[in-house]
């Protein structure tokens, strides 16, 4: 196939995901990033197979995990640096329901490369609150978000695909594809949260959801695993945590706020009476959408542009596969996934 060039407007998960794929196609990329992304603020990176309570598989597992290890092995070597950290997740199961469902499903095939059996040590384990036991997940991991978009921005900057501004609209023309004088074959975007103030695809559900996280200092806490149980505990070395996240729906606003930071101190005291420090809080905004899946496809009626949007908290988990799915979209017409097909909103509004 020839070699297409292409616009992202959004350099971000999804954007940055886009852009490797089609770079591995053999296309041509430019994105637009003002270099400021809120999302990344609130976004701990973490890989979780499950789904907690019923102990269920994330949905698609088996192949985005296997895509997103692979994605992130080989985009360390491409920004030459380190991205990718596995990571044992302890979970302090919240009741004998949940106890029994990892019981039952540690001896299924189906969860033996994710449910570790639990063995008396996980029965009896004393870091932690274990009313009900706990239970070690495998294939878990976790990309620094932060550091996954500064590296990215900066391996795009100096490949000259990158312009460090906000999307000018007024310079777009949505007819010939041309941004301020430069013609491009297709344009995607991909702008997170900022969507509805994006004049494209604005009749789409996508929420903006503002998360905040706390970082504290322990001697205390393990750092050996990453606890979860009404929050998760994220060993980020030297004794520091992320402690994370809450959930605020509709909300875009980035200030702090001392009834989240009691909310997330709550949260961490269910799982222990540790003795830590407050080292600071972050603020973010997830693009999220009800139905808990991302929103992929074309524009209604303006040949070749594009959505990827709405990733969620399952982002790094999702993004590798589902760019690569939008790109075979775009240039080899392959169908996507009923559930994140733009299409599922167009039909309910006759479009």
């Known amino acids: 196939m020839e070699s297409q060039h292409v616009l992202i407007i959004g350099a971000g998960l999804a954007g940055t995901s886009l852009a490797h794929q089609l770079l591995a196609k053999g296309h041509r990329v430019q994105l637009i990033d003002r270099g400021i992304n809120h999302s990344t603020a609130v976004a701990a990176g973490m890989v979780n197979p499950m789904v907690f309570r019923r102990m269920n598989k994330s949905w698609r597992l088996d192949e985005f995990i296997s895509d997103a290890r692979n994605f992130y092995l080989q985009l360390e070597k491409t920004v030459e640096d380190k991205l990718f950290h596995p990571i044992v997740i302890r979970r302090m199961l919240s009741s004998e329901q949940e106890r029994n469902y990892w019981l039952e499903r540690q001896k299924s095939p189906e969860f ?3 449910l570790t059996e639990i063995n008396p040590e996980d029965e009896s384990y004393s870091l932690a609150q274990n009313h009900f036991g706990s239970g070690r997940l495998k294939s878990s991991f976790w990309v620094d978000a932060k550091r996954y ?16 501004e906000d999307f000018d609209s007024s310079s777009f023309d949505e007819n010939t594809l041309v941004y301020k004088g430069i013609p491009y074959d297709k344009v995607v975007f991909s702008v997170g ?3 509805i103030n994006t004049p494209f695809f604005q009749e789409l559900p996508i929420q903006q959801t503002k998360g905040q996280t706390i970082r504290i200092r322990s001697q205390e806490v393990p750092e050996n695993e990453s606890l979860n149980r009404k929050c998760f505990v994220l060993p980020l070395g030297n004794h520091v945590f992320r402690i994370g996240a809450t959930y ?14 009691q909310e997330l101190i709550g949260h961490l005291n269910v799982l222990g009476d540790f003795s830590y420090d407050i080292l600071d809080q972050q ?10 899946r991302p929103i992929l496809g074309a524009h209604h009626s303006i040949k070749n542009v594009f959505l990827f949007n709405g990733l969620g908290t399952k982002g790094y988990l999702m993004a590798p596969t589902l760019a690569r799915e939008l790109a075979d979209f775009m240039f080899e017409g392959k169908p996507l ?11 309910k509004l006759n479009l």
Do not use: H, M
Not at 154 to 161: D, I, P, T, V, W
Not at 283 to 292: A, E, K, M
């Open 149 to 164: 978009y500064d590296l990215n921005l900066a391996y795009f900057e100096r490949k000259g695909s990158l312009l460090k």
């Open 283 to 292: 603020v973010g905004v997830r693009p999220t959408v009800l139905d808990r």
């Open 193 to 195: 949260y900022q969507q």
């Open 337 to 347: 996934d009923k559930e994140i097909s733009i299409n599922r909103f167009y039909k």
């Open 112 to 114: 033996t490369d994710y």
């Open 248 to 261: 605020e729906w509709d909300n875009p606003d980035l200030s702090p706020t001392e009834e989240a930071k």
